[in-house]
Every structure is written in structure tokens, then in C-alpha cells.
């Protein structure tokens, strides 16, 4: 199993909006960054555990526990030219694009903010403190995960 950090700006997909999905599940579309594509589409796997991060908004943090629960597959936003993330580039012959699909699993007591998560010690190698550091999908390690659970779960 690995350990994931995923964004999202809550006014546009929130960590309740996915709790509101149809059995609590979404896809994870839109992406256009290589990295974090290649992310989805070459190291997600079914079970794997995510944290749900809110991001350009008053106060970052990670609000809960998803899970992965479809591998990928090809992102048909990139196929519809009504959509924002419309790319001529990307056919169903050759999808440029990928997404997975998540399934809410905990919300946090608590939300870690990202203030929190850079003043604890543990966390000082994670990808999401690191400058200049802006993927939407950042692997986390274990004890990272483990380490923000902890601090969420927590009163």
C-alpha cells in the first residue's frame, strides 16, 4: 500500500462534496501536470490511502482519509470540448490524461493545517513543505500519513 497527498481548492471539490458523492466516491479528473499523471497512472493503486488537502483557501490543511478505489483510466474531461479541461492532443485512441476514483473514508476531528504540519519536526522531509513544491498528487511516506492521522484523529 502506499500513502498519497491529494489538493483540491474546497471551493471547487471539497472533502464534503466527496463525502455527498454517489457512495461517498468521485473521480479524481483534471489533471494536467505530467508528474502527477504519471503518479496516477503508474504507482495508485486499489487501497491506497489518501489525504484529502484543501488548498488556496484561509487556512490549507488536510481535512481526511480517502482511499483509492479505481486504478486508472483515461480522463474523458480531456475528450469534451465543453470542459475546462478539454485537450485536442488527448484522444480515446491515445488518452493523454488520467484519473482515478476515491472513496471518502474519515474526516478529521480536527483539520491539520498547513501551519501545524511545518512546525512539526516529523514532517520537516515532506514533499508538500518543500519549496516550490506545487503537485496536486505528492506521495507521502508512512510515518508522514501515520504522523498527520494521528494529529487529525486527535483532541
Known amino acids: 500500500m502506499k500513502y498519497w497527498l491529494l489538493k483540491s481548492e474546497p471551493n471547487l471539490f471539497s472533502f464534503s462534496?466527496?463525502?455527498?458523492?454517489n457512495n461517498s466516491t468521485d473521480c479524481w479528473d483534471g489533471v494536467r501536470n505530467y508528474q502527477a499523471r504519471n503518479y496516477m497512472r503508474d504507482d495508485m493503486k486499489r487501497g491506497?490511502?489518501?489525504?484529502f488537502y484543501h488548498?488556496?483557501?484561509k487556512e490549507p490543511g488536510v481535512?481526511?482519509?480517502a482511499?483509492?478505489?479505481?486504478?486508472?483510466?483515461?480522463d474523458y474531461t480531456s475528450f469534451d470540448t465543453e470542459s475546462r479541461f478539454y485537450d485536442p492532443k488527448s484522444t480515446k485512441e491515445s488518452p493523454r490524461w488520467?484519473?482515478?476514483?476515491?472513496?471518502?473514508?474519515?474526516?478529521f476531528k480536527?483539520?491539520?493545517?498547513?501551519?501545524?504540519?511545518?512546525?512539526t519536526p516529523e514532517l520537516k522531509n515532506m514533499k508538500l513543505l518543500v519549496k516550490g513544491q506545487r503537485l496536486s498528487i505528492q506521495p507521502v511516506?508512512?510515518?508522514e500519513f501515520m504522523k498527520i492521522y494521528e494529529m487529525g484523529t486527535c483532541l
Open 17 to 21: 462534496d466527496l463525502k455527498l458523492s
Open 48 to 51: 491506497d490511502k489518501v489525504l
Open 55 to 57: 488548498s488556496n483557501c
Open 63 to 65: 481535512e481526511g482519509v
Open 67 to 74: 482511499e483509492v478505489t479505481k486504478e486508472a483510466y483515461p
Open 98 to 107: 488520467f484519473m482515478v476514483d476515491i472513496t471518502w473514508k474519515e474526516a
Open 110 to 119: 480536527k483539520r491539520v493545517t498547513l501551519k501545524i504540519m511545518k512546525n
Open 141 to 143: 511516506t508512512e510515518s
